[in-house]
């Protein structure tokens, strides 16, 4: 049996699984209360354990985890329950698999309901603590490691844990205020001072402020989004990335996924009780029209030819659904304009917009007489509704060959920082750079693990490749730096290793169960599967570690998926059938010459030695709230911290320019040219690039390049 049969079999048997649970959610909720909470519950649970990756019984140590997950989600803080009100909620610590089981919510609704008082209360709260100065002569000190903070004895505590956090926030603002004044004072001496009675006045009115948005985006807030979050705990304690989304996240994972949406091409922010335009996306319907600006404030939205609709006070997720549209609709703005404050109506033809910072993009360099090209991949970026858009695959292909077209000697692979995204394209281009072969394998519960293969045998690019790796790098990312690393055919450098996310998830809309409840149920985002390299081990955990480990600002610090709670575990299944290439004659050479200039650069080793002293303040939770231990410490900080201010700066000197293909788009396109001159500019200064180049202008190709699968 080929693996493209495995492939569909198995797929097959979990779609067949997943149907025959959808006739017995028919038949059972027809005579239920059709109750959409329940409806959730009861389809969830049912998806959760016939399908997910891990065989999870939901019992007294499940219910205790999502008692846990639901009440740190709503008070991570420790702002609004006390210690009565968790002892109340424990009755149902070890019974909610039971309440689960029958499709009962009781569990949220007493929590929920409490919540919803105590942030009635925390208004009161804050404005009254806030109203009048705090004593910061007292000796007092704060720890903000809430994990270890126990929740508060009483109110009267609770008020005092308000009061410490508002104290914090006011003594930092009193700080930096402080310290900007002493920086004007030094540039001008006649710059007038303002006393520390004028500063912490204005200090708590800026944190009275932020808390009066703050609230007013959680009255914002309904049931759904709530009870999501209860969802989440629920499908949370399956592991960390099985997650319910709402209908709003849904759309958004969509977008996210294909880079694309269709309304205005505007960024919206939240301002007060207003609608604010943030940004204009590069080439965009209101980018074209040209009347709509950053910081405009969009008062009114009408469809057509139709009334207007107030969207002041609005939340900022229900006017956006007003703004958008579908491609070729018209929608009128009335806008408040920022420049002179007068309003106008303003009309766009809403079309497809494409969100550029997502997309491929390459950029060439010149180093000692030799041309070569680095791409930058955000993420593996697909469309589910459209299969032919773009996507990473496509564009990877074309962008190779219009470096080809430049005649770069090597290629650079960008993906720190890439967070992953669509299996397929991830096999796809790293199908790009060998003839054909294994590239990931992949296993559902209780079955033997599935090889996927690159079947093409057409080799895009044939030359010498490095992959640019961070901690940040997971998933997808992952997979193809694994494949170029067992096959040898590109050197992996930057972070000791990637972040570790060795599972697949499907994205399963829940009205596929329940298709007779009109509304929209939202989606799960369900662990189904492990991946794991051709060499036969997981990338869970471990991630894949670099040939080349370079320090930077995460070196030390608790990060990846190894410090998640629930992570599944590592393991390891039989390698599949598969040829090196060792593609370069010099490989051990280069990597050692590479370790040794890291080992000896004054730059390196002080950024190691930042990453350290990251860590040893990640550690330190606690802080004083008196005036002059708070600053003692603060100057303290800000000495040894002066000791890396270098850390990072630097320049290669090197000239980083577009392809040639770009040069007709910046004249139709100034801001898309602004924004790659910004990144030209970024790469010279980049010494994980310089690096990065040092070790592709060192490696010599074999002169036979290819892979025969045994």
Same mark, same amino acid.
């Given at each position: 049996?080929?693996?493209?049969?495995?492939?569909?079999?198995?797929?097959?048997?979990?779609?067949?699984?997943?149907?025959?649970?959808?006739?017995?959610?028919?038949?059972?909720?027809?005579?239920?209360?059709?109750?959409?909470?329940?409806? +959730?519950?009861?389809?969830?649970?049912?998806?959760?354990?016939?399908?997910?990756?891990?065989?999870?019984?939901?019992?007294? *140590?499940?219910?205790?985890?999502?008692?846990?997950?639901?009440?740190?989600?709503?008070?991570?803080?420790?702002?609004?329950?006390?210690?009565?009100?968790? @002892?109340?909620?424990?009755?149902? @610590?070890?019974?909610?698999?039971?309440?689960?089981?029958?499709?009962?919510?009781?569990?949220?609704?007493?929590?929920?309901?409490?919540?919803?008082?105590?942030?009635?209360?925390?208004?009161?709260?804050?404005?009254?603590?806030?109203?009048?100065?705090?004593?910061?002569?007292?000796?007092?000190?704060?720890?903000?490691?809430?994990?270890?903070?126990?929740?508060? @004895?009483?109110?009267?505590? !609770?008020?005092?844990?308000?009061?410490?956090?508002?104290? +914090?926030?006011?003594?930092?603002?009193?700080?930096?205020?402080?310290?900007?004044?002493?920086?004007?004072?030094?540039?001008?001496?006649?710059?007038?001072?303002?006393?520390?009675?004028?500063?912490?006045?204005?200090?708590?009115?800026?944190?009275?402020?932020?808390?009066?948005?703050?609230?007013?985006?959680?009255?914002?807030?309904?049931?759904?989004?709530?009870?999501?979050?209860? !969802?989440?705990?629920?499908?949370?304690?399956?592991?960390?990335?099985?997650?319910?989304?709402?209908?709003?996240?849904?759309?958004?994972?969509?977008?996210?996924?294909?880079?694309?949406?269709?309304?205005?091409?505007?960024?919206?922010?939240?301002?007060?009780?207003?609608?604010? #335009?943030?940004?204009?996306?590069?080439?965009?319907?209101?980018?074209?029209?040209?009347?709509?600006?950053?910081?405009?404030?969009?008062?009114?939205?009408?469809?057509?030819?139709?009334?207007?609709?107030?969207?002041?006070?609005?939340?900022?997720?229900?006017?956006?659904?007003?703004?958008?549209?579908?491609?070729?609709?018209?929608?009128?703005?009335?806008?408040?304009?920022?420049?002179?404050?007068?309003?106008?109506?303003?009309?766009?033809?809403?079309?497809?917009?494409?969100?550029?910072?997502?997309?491929?993009?390459?950029?060439?360099?010149?180093?000692?007489?030799?041309?070569?090209?680095?791409?930058?991949?955000?993420?593996?970026?697909?469309?589910?509704?459209?299969?032919?858009?773009?996507?990473?695959?496509?564009?990877?292909?074309?962008?190779?060959?219009?470096?080809?077209?430049?005649? #770069?000697?090597?290629?650079? +692979?960008?993906?720190?920082?890439?967070?992953?995204?669509?299996?397929?394209?991830?096999?796809?281009?790293?199908?790009?750079?060998?003839?054909?072969?294994?590239?990931?394998?992949?296993?559902?519960?209780?079955?033997?693990? &599935?090889?996927?293969?690159?079947?093409?045998?057409?080799?895009?690019?044939?030359?010498? &490749?490095?992959?640019?790796?961070?901690?940040?790098?997971?998933?997808?990312?992952?997979?193809?730096?694994?494949?170029?690393?067992?096959?040898?055919?590109?050197?992996?450098?930057?972070?000791?290793?990637?972040?570790?996310?060795?599972?697949?998830?499907?994205?399963?809309?829940?009205?596929?169960?329940?298709?007779?409840?009109?509304?929209?149920?939202?989606?799960?985002?369900?662990?189904?599967?492990?991946?794991?390299?051709?060499?036969?081990?997981?990338?869970?955990?471990?991630?894949?570690?670099?040939?080349?480990?370079?320090?930077?600002?995460?070196?030390?610090?608790?990060?990846?998926?190894?410090? $998640?709670?629930?992570?599944?575990?590592?393991?390891?299944?039989?390698?599949?059938?598969?040829?090196?290439?060792?593609?370069?004659?010099?490989?051990?050479?280069?990597?050692?010459?590479?370790?040794?200039?890291?080992? *000896?650069?004054?730059?390196?080793? !002080?950024?190691?030695?930042?990453?350290?002293?990251?860590?040893?303040?990640?550690?330190?939770?606690?802080?004083?709230?008196?005036?002059?231990?708070?600053?003692?410490?603060?100057?303290?900080?800000?000495?040894?911290?002066?000791?890396?201010?270098?850390?990072?700066?630097?320049?290669?000197? $090197?000239?980083?320019?577009?392809?040639?293909?770009?040069?007709?788009?910046?004249?139709?396109?100034?801001?898309?040219?602004?924004?790659?001159?910004?990144?030209?500019?970024?790469?010279?200064?980049?010494?994980?690039?310089?690096?990065?180049?040092?070790?592709?202008?060192?490696?010599?190709?074999?002169?036979?390049?290819?892979?025969?699968?045994?």
């Amino acid at each position: 049996m080929n693996s493209k049969q495995k492939i569909s079999i198995s797929i097959l048997a979990f779609l067949m699984l997943l149907s025959s649970f959808s006739f017995q959610a028919k038949s059972e909720l027809d005579i239920k209360d059709p109750n959409k909470d329940k409806i +959730l519950v009861y389809v969830l649970k049912n998806i959760l354990t016939r399908g997910h990756f891990v065989v999870k019984d939901m019992n007294d *140590n499940f219910s205790e985890q999502v008692f846990k997950n639901f009440i740190d989600g709503l008070d991570p803080s420790k702002r609004y329950f006390t210690q009565a009100d968790i @002892k109340e909620f424990s009755k149902y @610590k070890y019974k909610i698999d039971d309440q689960l089981l029958k499709d009962d919510v009781s569990f949220y609704n007493l929590v929920y309901n409490r919540f919803s008082e105590k942030t009635k209360n925390a208004k009161l709260y804050y404005a009254d603590l806030l109203a009048k100065p705090f004593n910061f002569s007292k000796k007092e000190k704060i720890d903000v490691d809430y994990d270890k903070v126990p929740f508060a @004895k009483n109110e009267n505590e !609770l008020i005092d844990y308000w009061r410490k956090q508002l104290k +914090l926030s006011t003594l930092s603002r009193i700080q930096d205020k402080i310290e900007k004044q002493e920086s004007k004072l030094k540039k001008d001496k006649k710059y007038k001072v303002k006393s520390f009675d004028e500063l912490e006045k204005e200090a708590r009115a800026e944190v009275l402020k932020n808390m009066n948005e703050l609230y007013l985006r959680i009255e914002e807030l309904e049931h759904e989004d709530w009870f999501s979050t209860f !969802l989440n705990s629920v499908v949370g304690a399956f592991d960390p990335h099985t997650t319910y989304m709402a209908p709003r996240m849904k759309e958004r994972f969509d977008q996210d996924m294909s880079g694309k949406l269709e309304g205005i091409g505007a960024r919206l922010s939240k301002k007060g009780i207003y609608t604010e #335009v943030f940004e204009l996306v590069s080439g965009g319907p209101a980018w074209k029209q040209g009347e709509l600006e950053d910081g405009d404030i969009i008062l009114e939205v009408a469809q057509g030819d139709e009334e207007p609709i107030d969207i002041v006070g609005m939340r900022l997720d229900d006017a956006i659904k007003f703004i958008k549209g579908k491609k070729g609709t018209e929608v009128r703005l009335t806008v408040k304009k920022k420049l002179d404050g007068t309003t106008k109506v303003i009309s766009i033809i809403r079309d497809v917009v494409e969100l550029e910072e997502t997309f491929v993009k390459s950029s060439i360099v010149e180093k000692d007489g030799k041309k070569y090209g680095i791409i930058d991949l955000p993420k593996f970026y697909i469309s589910f509704d459209d299969k032919n858009y773009r996507d990473s695959a496509k564009d990877m292909e074309q962008e190779i060959e219009r470096l080809k077209e430049e005649n #770069v000697s090597g290629l650079i +692979l960008d993906l720190r920082n890439n967070g992953g995204g669509s299996l397929k394209t991830a096999i796809e281009i790293a199908g790009l750079f060998i003839t054909q072969g294994p590239i990931v394998q992949v296993k559902y519960r209780g079955q033997e693990p &599935i090889v996927k293969d690159d079947l093409d045998p057409k080799m895009q690019w044939k030359g010498s &490749i490095v992959v640019l790796v961070n901690e940040l790098s997971a998933s997808a990312s992952e997979i193809f730096a694994a494949a170029m690393q067992d096959y040898g055919r590109a050197v992996i450098i930057g972070g000791n290793q990637t972040y570790g996310k060795g599972t697949v998830q499907s994205v399963i809309p829940i009205n596929n169960f329940y298709p007779k409840f009109e509304d929209d149920l939202g989606a799960i985002k369900m662990t189904i599967q492990k991946f794991y390299r051709v060499n036969g081990g997981s990338t869970q955990i471990e991630g894949v570690y670099s040939d080349i480990a370079i320090p930077s600002r995460y070196s030390y610090m608790k990060f990846g998926e190894r410090d $998640l709670d629930g992570a599944l575990a590592w393991d390891k299944v039989p390698q599949a059938k598969y040829t090196q290439t060792n593609s370069y004659q010099n490989f051990s050479e280069v990597i050692n010459n590479s370790k040794n200039r890291i080992a *000896n650069s004054s730059k390196f080793n !002080l950024i190691n030695d930042y990453a350290k002293w990251l860590k040893e303040n990640q550690e330190n939770t606690s802080f004083s709230l008196n005036y002059k231990d708070f600053s003692k410490d603060s100057k303290k900080q800000e000495n040894a911290s002066k000791k890396y201010k270098t850390a990072f700066e630097y320049n290669s000197n $090197l000239t980083f320019t577009s392809p040639k293909y770009e040069f007709p788009l910046f004249q139709k396109d100034s801001i898309l040219k602004d924004k790659r001159d910004d990144w030209h500019k970024s790469l010279a200064k980049d010494l994980y690039v310089a690096e990065a180049l040092n070790v592709l202008s060192e490696l010599k190709l074999k002169n036979d390049v290819h892979i025969v699968k045994n």
